[in-house]
């Protein structure tokens, strides 16, 4: 069973649009995360997540947001998709024992084509 | 600020050949530092890990890397490369002072050239 699974794998949109991306574990971790992986590969945390509060990184525009239904579940709904939105999408996940000693764990990422 | 950085951006080596990939970090306090590596077209995949004790880790795939306090660095070592190892690598940082946060580099682009 895959451990951290994101839907979809591919998505193309047109400007304008609103989507989402779904991102589910099942490895009983309490912290989710969102990263935004640039035609560079440069990865960039937008937010993380776990029972006791989001931490959103300011750089992340408010058309961005994320959503909780449960621990397992951290979903992405990006509104107004721009060009620059175009990116892979990373979800992760870890388990927070109040230390840091911990890895985290990658979905296979979902490719947004904002065209 | 605090942040991690990865100084090769592209490293371009023969099989056979010796690699180090170097990584540096400017966070305070207790720091737990990870190589993840993302093979072409997939996710990534955790390489090794250092939490605490031996400064020398091992990991999968041969690699290793070396927690030196004082100088904030946490390099990746591989004695001799295969084709396979052609991918992106990450150092990565969770610091207990950042929260639940976990930082990565820019990524180093390895290719072996067979």
């Known amino acids: 069973d895959t451990a951290v699974s994101q839907t979809p794998k591919y998505l193309v949109t047109q400007m304008g649009n609103d989507k989402s991306i779904k991102c589910e574990q099942n490895?009983?971790?309490?912290?989710m995360y969102w990263y935004k992986q640039d035609s560079k590969k440069f990865l960039k945390i937008m937010f993380s997540?776990?029972?006791?509060?989001?931490?959103i990184n300011e750089t992340v525009p408010n058309r961005f947001s994320p959503k909780s239904p449960d621990k397992a579940h951290l979903n992405l709904h990006i509104n107004s998709l721009e060009l620059g939105d175009s990116a892979v999408y990373f979800c992760?996940?870890?388990?927070?024992?109040?230390?840091?000693?911990?890895?985290?764990?990658f979905g296979q990422g979902t490719r947004l084509t904002v065209v | 600020a605090q942040s991690v950085s990865q100084h090769n951006h592209h490293v371009i080596l023969s099989e056979a050949a010796s690699l180090e990939l170097g990584c540096n970090y400017s966070y305070g306090g207790t720091v737990n530092l990870f190589w993840y590596v993302q093979y072409p077209g997939q996710h990534l995949q955790l390489l090794l890990k250092y939490f605490s004790g031996d400064p020398l880790v091992k990991g999968i795939k041969g690699f290793e890397a070396e927690f030196i306090k004082s100088k904030f660095s946490f390099n990746l070592r591989k004695p001799s490369v295969q084709w396979s190892d052609t991918a992106e690598y990450f150092c990565a940082v969770n610091a207990l002072n950042t929260g639940n946060q976990f930082y990565f580099g820019t990524g180093t682009s390895l290719t072996v050239i067979p």
């Open positions: 992760a996940s870890r388990q927070d024992r109040g230390t840091s000693d911990t890895e985290a764990f």
């Open positions: 997540y776990n029972n006791k509060e989001l931490i």
């Open positions: 490895l009983g971790h309490d912290t």
